[in-house]
């Protein structure tokens, strides 16, 4: 009963949470979203200190329950270990008892650490559980998803939105995509053939809660005085932590998945509040050594890095677009920005730099889709902004309200109307109105904020050309003007980030 209780709510959590990532309506997250801020590094990182403290609790009192039902990363270590349990149900199970190894264990979580309070992003990022599975099921289950929904109707937005852009954009998202691949595929091969393999080697969060776990008010314990050494529960235990032949388990690996209690026929393995130390066996078999020892796992001990960050260097450019034959469409290109921009809400770079961990949940459901990773090896993964696709809407607030590591706070669309992110620069030479001789005024004509205005190109002369002028204390650097400013391949103007947000 235990096992399946538990059954349901891993599967109940793992569900909801990979459809927050594929809720392009953003319904789920109005009900659920709280399942994305209870997980336990972006509730450290958001400062949560009621969602710390309750998992902290949780773990002294039951265990690593958070690992096998909250955590998805771990759950879906679950669902491809199952998997592959179901294939080779014939075969002699891989799993077995291994010594943990304690080295690797606190070594990658004092490497966590140290990036961690060094603002080295692109390696705690890495490492953080959640976040991991969060690239994985934007970049690659996402577009799974809609393809289900309608193929055709997701080649063309997809043709759409990369119709105009510059190879720089591709790299982009061919690289963050490549990260997710690499992290799916090495724990899918992990998981498949040696269970939580991950979980007790390079996790953090599965360190910190297994080293609070040693201290659990109930775990699973063995009765040596009803154990034949049958090792069924060591056989079925995914993170190798059952040592059968001396009675213990190791707590700070057991995430409490309940498979021994169910496998266990004689009823020597059982779920219970703990009272002190297990009691030793009575019969002279279960005091002798067996004289063969186990093969040891070189594998799993072999297990010393993580996957490393694979990018691509280049990308074949896309082909010249035609305008119905009219006209060759020219490839739009990316400012350089001296300051990144992030989104409002963010409060700051430091602030985003510090508290994101790359889930890239806010760019799932951007529906502008002016969110994309970064490719900046400092900020590696996380969301900043450009306008190539769309704008950001000054009354859209969707990426603050799904944030649960408090990278981009909570804001209201008034305040969304009055944060200055960053602000429009016009450049005279690639303006149509200097380079093709005629009237524009688009940049204007869609400014939201009203910040843009067309004033005579020469002052003695009225009637002449108009230009844009910016009034940098009225821009809120939305991005309109230089997403529809018809200039290429460089917009006529463009929206150069802030590194500390302002109020206007």
């Not at 538990?6 to 909801?16: D, E, G, S």
């Not at 692109?122 to 577009?143: D, E, K, Q, V």
């Amino acid at each position: 009963m235990l096992r399946k209780i538990r059954l349901t709510a891993a599967v109940v959590f793992f569900t909801i949470i990979t459809l927050l990532f594929l809720d392009f309506t953003g319904t789920i997250h109005g009900w659920f979203g709280w399942m994305a801020k209870i997980q336990f590094l972006p509730a450290i990182l958001a400062l949560n200190v009621g969602v710390v403290v309750f998992l902290v609790v949780l773990t002294l009192l039951f265990g690593r329950i958070y690992c096998s039902v909250i955590c998805p990363m771990g759950v879906f270590q679950d669902i491809i270990a199952w998997g592959s349990k179901k294939r080779k149900k014939k075969k002699k199970s891989p799993y077995n008892y291994s010594p943990a190894i304690n080295w690797l264990r606190y070594g990658a979580l004092g490497v966590f650490i140290i990036t961690l309070v060094a603002s080295v992003d692109s390696t705690f990022t890495l490492l953080a559980p959640y976040s991991s599975y969060g690239r994985i099921a934007n970049n690659l289950f996402a577009p799974i998803w809609q393809w289900g929904n309608n193929l055709l109707a997701y080649l063309a937005e997809r043709a759409n939105s990369y119709a105009f852009y510059e190879v720089d954009v591709w790299i982009k998202s061919l690289s963050t995509f490549i990260v997710a691949a690499v992290t799916l595929i090495v724990i899918f091969i992990l998981a498949w053939r040696y269970g939580r393999t991950y979980c007790n080697t390079i996790c953090p969060v599965g360190t910190v809660l297994g080293f609070l776990s040693r201290f659990s008010l109930f775990r699973i314990t063995i009765d040596a005085d009803k154990c034949n050494k049958c090792s069924l529960c060591s056989r079925n235990c995914k993170a190798s932590c059952i040592d059968y032949k001396e009675y213990k388990i190791d707590n700070s690996r057991c995430v409490t998945c309940m498979n021994c209690v169910e496998k266990c026929n004689k009823g020597a393995i059982t779920y219970k509040l703990r009272y002190g130390k297990n009691k030793p066996a009575t019969n002279v078999a279960t005091q002798t050594e067996t004289a063969v020892q186990e093969q040891i796992n070189d594998t799993r001990r072999g297990f010393l890095s993580i996957a490393a960050v694979v990018a691509t260097t280049s990308v074949l450019k896309a082909q010249e677009k035609g305008d119905g034959g009219l006209a060759v469409i020219a490839d739009k290109k990316i400012p350089d920005r001296e300051t990144p921009i992030v989104p409002a809400g963010a409060l700051s770079l430091r602030n985003m730099a510090q508290h994101c961990t790359a889930c890239q949940l806010c760019v799932s459901v951007c529906p502008n889709q002016v969110l994309r990773p970064s490719s900046n090896w400092s900020t590696m993964m996380q969301p900043e902004i450009s306008y190539e696709r769309g704008y950001c809407r000054p009354e859209c607030t969707k990426c603050s309200e799904v944030c649960p590591a408090g990278a981009i706070r909570k804001i209201t669309k008034e305040e969304k109307s009055s944060i200055q992110v960053g602000h429009a620069v016009w450049i005279k030479q690639n303006c149509v109105v200097f380079r093709d001789n005629m009237e524009c005024g688009n940049c204007a004509r869609h400014c939201p904020a009203a910040a843009i205005q067309m004033v005579a190109s020469d002052p003695e002369n009225q009637k002449s050309l108009k230009i844009p002028v910016v009034n940098t204390e009225r821009c809120i650097g939305c991005g309109a003007c230089e997403n529809l400013c018809p200039s290429r391949p460089f917009s006529a103007i463009y929206v150069e980030g802030h590194s500390m947000h302002r109020i206007i």
